[in-house]
């Protein structure tokens, strides 16, 4: 099966980039997802980068696949206090997976 | 826009009881998932289901059923509720035949078991 990490917590201030960084062990997903999830809501699509890509850039997200580390990270330039939220990866193919989440708090 | 809906925002039963979460989705997608969440265990798949009257195992099915009668309609029961199911309960859909597509999901139900 698939293992997803991701570091709990991520603290930055306003203004600052974030970057949130996701490793896992096996992947045949042929997309890889990056999603939010706001306090009290469900979780929403944020960006995703298909397996045969090193890189996309969508305004302040930049999202970076290396897939001889196994390594996906989601940069947010410019951070806002409304990026304050849980960030997931995830990958969707034979199985549904979701790493535990970063909680990324904005501080002003 | 893809709406997903859980019948209930917040719901409190008891043990022991018969517990029904309801999701419906308005964009006619094949798939819909029931996942539960938990503090520092992401979400962890409970069923799925890919069509009609079909349903699949996720991780962690033990204590759980499903039911799809209707494209739309995928609802979770919990037969006899445990202290242990009390959590947030997150219903998603996606479309297509293959699952790579991105999920969209319900705003959730957070269950307590007293």
């Known amino acids: 099966g698939e293992d997803v990490e991701q570091s709990l917590f991520l603290s930055v201030r306003e203004g600052d980039s974030s970057v949130i960084n996701c490793t896992y062990t096996d992947s045949s997903s042929t997309y890889l997802y990056w999603y939010k999830q706001e306090p009290g809501a469900g979780l929403q699509l944020l960006t995703y980068i298909f397996s045969n890509m090193d890189m996309k850039q969508d305004q302040r997200l930049t999202v970076l696949l290396n897939k001889k580390d196994k390594h996906l990270s989601l940069r947010i330039a410019d951070t806002q206090t409304g990026d304050s939220a849980i960030y997931f990866c995830s990958f969707h193919g034979q199985n549904f997976v979701f790493g535990p989440g970063t909680r990324l708090s904005v501080l002003p | 826009d893809v709406k997903v809906t859980q019948s209930s925002r917040y719901l409190v039963k008891r043990t022991g009881e018969k517990v029904f979460l309801e999701c419906v989705q308005d964009m006619d997608h094949e798939n819909m998932f029931w996942y539960r969440q938990d503090p520092g265990l992401g979400l962890r798949l409970i069923y799925f289901?890919?069509?009609?009257?079909?349903?699949e195992k996720g991780d962690i099915p033990e204590g759980y059923s499903v039911s799809r009668e209707k494209k739309e309609r995928f609802s979770l029961i919990l037969e006899s509720a445990s202290t242990n199911q009390t959590s947030m309960y997150l219903c998603?859909?996606?479309?297509?035949?293959?699952?790579?597509?991105?999920?969209?999901f319900g705003d959730g139900t957070r269950l307590s078991i007293l």
């Open positions: 998603a859909s996606s479309q297509g035949s293959q699952f790579n597509q991105p999920q969209h």
């Open positions: 289901s890919y069509d009609v009257k079909m349903k």
